[in-house]
T-cell receptor, first 112, second 114 residues
Framework: NAGVTQTPKFRILKIGQSMTLQCTQDMNHNYMYWYRQDPGMGLKLIYYSVGAGITDKGEVPNGYNVSRSTTEDFPLRLELAAPSQTSVYFC???????????FGQGTRLTVV | AQSVTQPDIHITVSEGASLELRCNYSYGATPYLFWYVQSPGQGLQLLLKYFSGDTLVQGIKGFEAEFKRSQSSFNLRKPSVHWSDAAEYFC????????????FGQGTTLQVKP
């Protein structure tokens, strides 16, 4: 079972570069999420989607964009990378509200 | 607004000793509560969850948690810790409208001494 798959696992970006973090799930879940994890801060929600074509901002959306053209995929776009975006990024999905979320393995991003 | 507090950033216990990780939440209605574990370099794995019913819930790997509404707490316990339990533990609360969003605590890092 693949579950939630994130690529790449690691990436180093230079300030001002852009990149897309890929996330795909094979469980036909409607709800998908992007979180970032910083030491001592837990996980903060960046963006989420309740279904294909529907996205909304979370707690910390500045500097990021998302799209949800299919149920399976939920890419996260970083434009003009900044050192403050150095973090570990997790994608998650859930089949419905008020149930457990399934997480990918994470992408460790460093902006230098 | 919903919030989750894990008062202990770092805990060290000896192998074989008992463990309790604290979690306090703020939420207006009945919360949906979760404990996740993250091993180094890995994603988050669900340990257990509470939605309703029995306030003592059992999870994987010998963990349990008790929901106490009067104390707004959902503490995680294990009677005897194994070296492989060394990891970071996150408490989370859900139940906000129809989005499925989770609010996470800051996390507690567990170190196990031999």
């Amino acid at each position: 079972n693949a579950g939630v798959t994130q690529t790449p696992k690691f990436r180093i970006l230079k300030i001002g570069q852009s990149m897309t973090l890929q996330c795909t799930q094979d469980m036909n879940h409607n709800y998908m999420y992007w979180y970032r994890q910083d030491p001592g801060m837990g996980l903060k929600l960046i963006y989420y989607s309740v279904g294909a074509g529907i996205t909304d901002k979370g707690e910390v959306p500045n500097g990021y964009n998302v799209s949800r053209s299919t149920t399976e995929d939920f890419p996260l776009r970083l434009e003009l990378a900044a050192p403050s975006q150095t973090s570990v990024y997790f994608c998650a999905s859930t089949p419905r509200v008020n149930t457990e979320a399934f997480f990918g393995q994470g992408t460790r991003l460093t902006v230098v | 607004a919903q919030s989750v507090t894990q008062p202990d950033i770092h805990i060290t216990v000896s192998e074989g000793a008992s463990l309790e990780l604290r979690c306090n939440y703020s939420y207006g209605a009945t919360p949906y509560l979760f404990w996740y574990v993250q091993s180094p370099g890995q994603g988050l794995q669900l340990l257990l969850k509470y939605f309703s019913g029995d306030t003592l819930v059992q999870g994987i790997k010998g963990f349990e948690a008790e929901f106490k509404r009067s104390q707004s707490s959902f503490n995680l316990r294990k009677p005897s810790v194994h070296w492989s339990d060394a990891a970071e533990y996150f408490c989370a609360v859900g139940g906000s409208g129809n989005t499925g969003k989770l609010i996470f605590g800051q996390g507690t890092t567990l170190q196990v001494k031999p």
